[in-house]
């Protein structure tokens, strides 16, 4: 199948240091969320109706699609506030708008929005392509499909000449990368059952993750399940088999992770950002896809699989709760100035300590993240191996910081 000229890289956004970190990672666009009219509303800093005009500067400052996410399912008390949320995306110049629920879908329709439809529309087959595509030009397949279904519904688009509202050919958006629920593409009840906080309202407490044993009804027996976290998916990795994806037809890759930290933002959007520039190059390779699975399992994961994409009919389980990042961050201070002649930070220790030769991350909502080895410390002027808390140290850096700006020494798990 013919290679994609263009594919699209859509990254979360759940801060404002998640956001520059995905623009310098090179992202093609963004989504992210405001309220509570979203299925991250209680796992993420979800964004203001203020905030949009400042979103929608910076990104097409980078060249950057914005993707307004309002994809729970809506109450008929909740219209007023939907379609306040749309009209102000409207206005503020907001891409599109990423929707699963009719009545968001079309009310944004009727105001000239451009919608995507979200995984929890399910999207499986032909047929549902057909119906959407009088709303939306760009859809997510649902999550279980295999890479040959996708590829199936890609050429059927391409034979029928199935176009969206902007009288191009639909596109296909897969997920590429981060954590994956044990439900039909994410709709789950688990979480609702057991607390009254709907998962497809955003108030997932993700009931699944933790560890079951299996108790006979009179209490007598009690047995561990081989792996306590049946529930609980490892997270979606497809660095590996990336060409398979693009050869499929897809347009759109989505990197999951609205709840996540900036570097994982940073570094999941970078692998990604090389591999599928290798694949359209002609260099991609297995060095390189370990190169990068090495760097992917430095951020927030449960362990990684394939998902359904080649095939499997079940999925790989969690081995303990949490993440098994081979690294970790641990906050060291904050910067307190920055001397551009000079080049040189000024960092007020607030905690642990600091080695030359340490690897660290520095972050703030402009600065987004920044990433590097210390080259040299000095304390009162006179240089050092080693700064501790309650100390205000200097280290050389060619970056722009700014005050505020917080200090993490990355730590080998």
Known sequence: ???????????????????????????????????????????????????????????????????????????????????????????????????????????????????????????????????????????????????????????????????????????????????LCMAVSGKCYLSLDHYNASANRGACYQTCRRPYKVTDADGEIELVVDNEYIMSPRDLCTIGFLDKIIASGVSVLKIEGRGRSPEYVKTV????????DSVLDGTYSPEKVEGWTSRLKTVYNRGFWDGYYLGRKMGEWAEQHGSVATTYKEYVGKVSNYFKKLKVAEIKMESGHLSKSDRIYIQGPTTGVVEFTVPEIRVELKEVKKTVKGEDCSIPIDILLRRADKVYKIVKS
């Open 269 to 276: 959007v970078s692998c990604y950002r090389e591999a599928v």
């Open 1 to 179: 199948m013919k290679t994609q000229e263009k594919i699209e890289i859509t990254a979360p956004v759940g801060s404002w240091e998640s956001l520059q970190a995905a623009i310098q990672a090179g992202t093609d666009s963004v989504y992210f969320g405001i309220g509570v009219l979203n299925m991250r509303a209680r796992s993420s800093i979800n964004f203001s109706l203020r905030d949009l005009v400042r979103i929608s500067r910076i990104c097409r400052k980078h060249g950057a699609r914005t993707y307004l996410t309002l994809n729970t399912v809506i109450f008929d008390n909740e219209m007023k506030e939907m379609k306040k949320l749309v009209d102000s995306a409207k206005k503020n110049g907001i891409d599109s708008i990423i929707a699963s629920d009719q009545a968001v879908i079309q009310y944004a329709r009727s105001i000239g929005m451009e919608v995507h439809m979200s995984t929890q529309t399910n999207i499986t087959n032909l047929e549902a392509v057909k119906y959407w595509s009088q709303f939306a030009g760009t859809m997510v397949t649902a999550r279980e499909l295999s890479l040959e279904q996708v590829a199936s519904i890609h050429r059927s688009i391409i034979r029928h000449k199935i176009k969206g509202p902007n009288a191009e050919l639909v596109k296909l958006e897969v997920f590429a990368h981060g954590a």
